[in-house]
């Protein structure tokens, strides 16, 4: 448990066989006399040997308490009902096993064991059977947790402590190894064989044209009370690109763009990508000092703003950039709705898509240069979770709309391209 949680303090609870301090007569009673009761153990850099007599103390100590009930301990503790006081349960047992040759008594004569199953009211139960010139390990688990891999894990850990209570009696009791060999390479091996094939060669905005020649009416953005679909907001994002394009963007051209959560946005992004060039977020919403270090060190020539944009950004910092206002939608109206061609942009999967920076809180921020194939690779590893106010998890086979991130964080390109 101590391993597993990363824990050093951990609280289990244990069966006390009740007969132990039941006074006179208490072996001729019928009935269970059993209690449970909790056993917090620390696992630390004590020594193995120690730990265990520390741990046969504390057992020896709970049987003055046999007695008390649950309900005792809970209050005298420091937890709040209804919150238990452990989950997990260890219990020690002593079988005998039969003898052979042994038969039954003439009170059992004539009946048959059918079978017994045993159930708990705990998420994990591990029982010990102890049959003298063996153990016996046990386990009762809910799911997902497995109680093959409990009972595993158990194995793994008395055999450590044996060999170390031999070889290495003051080793830290926190060092022992449980992870069996097998389940070792499951964890480790089989778990992070991830790979997979993907189309390393295709950039970001050519996966979301797929989407729109697969549902084109279908809806991709939602703003307030706008709903745009697929195929009309590829046909902007292409009208805006063509623009772009004769404005004289590149492949691996640095691109601001500083404007407020709109269509205007994702569009804005989706153009930037398509003409080629790298898109750099500026959020409108950051102080005007930080906004201006980011264009000094990024130094784009060309900038996509609304008049949010162009508020936080001030007219000294964008005196020297070529603004295009993406509150003009109607300067490039006329531009063709088809896809651009990457192949005649010279534009491949190992060009730029974006180039994002750290917060600066440890000092100055870096700019991250991110290659197309890069975020093709995330999207479909299908391992991107994004948590937070402004974050969203996806999943690349559902269908959703997307963009549920700000452009500045480095998600967002991953929403724009799994829309489907």
């Known amino acids: 448990m101590a391993l597993s949680s990363g824990r050093e303090q951990v609280v ?3 069966v006390l066989f009740g007969r132990m301090h039941a006074g006179a007569g208490a072996d001729r009673a019928m009935g269970l006399f059993m209690n449970t009761l909790p056993l917090r153990l620390d696992l630390d850099e004590t020594g193995v040997e120690e730990s265990v007599r520390i741990a046969h103390a504390r057992l020896a100590e709970l049987l003055s308490h046999e007695h008390a009930s649950l309900a005792l301990a809970q209050r005298c503790s420091d937890i709040a009902a209804p919150a238990p006081l452990f989950s997990a349960l260890l219990n020690y047992r002593h079988n005998t096993p039969a003898m052979a040759g042994e038969g039954t008594s003439d009170v059992l004569s004539g009946m048959e064991w059918l079978g017994d199953e045993e159930r708990t009211n705990y998420p994990l139960t591990l029982s010990v059977d102890d049959f003298g010139q063996e153990l ?29 209570l031999e070889q290495a009696p003051d080793r830290p009791v926190r060092e022992l190894d449980i992870l069996p060999a097998e389940e070792r390479s499951y964890l480790l091996e089989e778990l992070n064989r991830t790979e997979t094939d993907y189309p390393s060669d295709l950039c970001v905005h050519a996966l979301f044209e797929a989407q729109v020649r697969r549902a084109p009416d279908a809806v991709a953005l939602v703003f307030e009370e706008q709903s745009i679909s697929y195929g009309a907001l590829n046909a902007d994002a292409n009208r805006l690109a063509y623009h772009l394009i004769g404005l004289g963007v590149r492949p691996d051209q640095p691109v601001a763009i500083c404007v407020e959560r709109s269509p205007a946005m994702v569009v804005g992004l989706l153009a930037i990508l398509k003409a080629g060039g790298a898109y750099v977020p500026l959020d409108p919403a950051y102080p005007s000092e930080r906004l201006r270090q980011l264009l000094d060190d990024a130094r784009p020539r060309l900038l996509l703003c609304d008049a949010a944009g162009r508020a936080a950004l001030g007219a000294e910092a964008i005196a020297d950039l070529s603004a295009v206002d993406l509150d003009a939608a109607t300067a490039w109206a006329d531009q063709s709705a088809d896809d651009p061609d990457p192949h005649a942009l010279g534009l491949t999967a190992r060009n730029l898509a974006y180039v994002i920076y750290t917060s600066g809180s440890t000092g100055t921020p ?13 999207i479909y590893a299908g391992s991107f979770r994004c948590i937070g106010p402004h974050r969203a998890r ?23 391209a799994v829309a489907s």
């Open 136 to 164: 016996g390990l046990t386990a009762d688990a809910v799911e997902p947790i497995s109680a093959d891999r409990i009972c595993g894990y158990m194995q793994r850990a008395l055999e450590q402590l044996v060999d170390a």
């Open 12 to 14: 289990f609870g244990t």
């Open 366 to 378: 870096k700019g991250v240069m991110v290659e197309h194939r890069k975020c093709s690779q995330c």
């Open 394 to 416: 996806f999943t690349p086979s559902r269908s959703r709309r997307f963009l549920s991130t700000l452009p500045g964080l480095d998600s967002s390109i991953c929403h724009l």
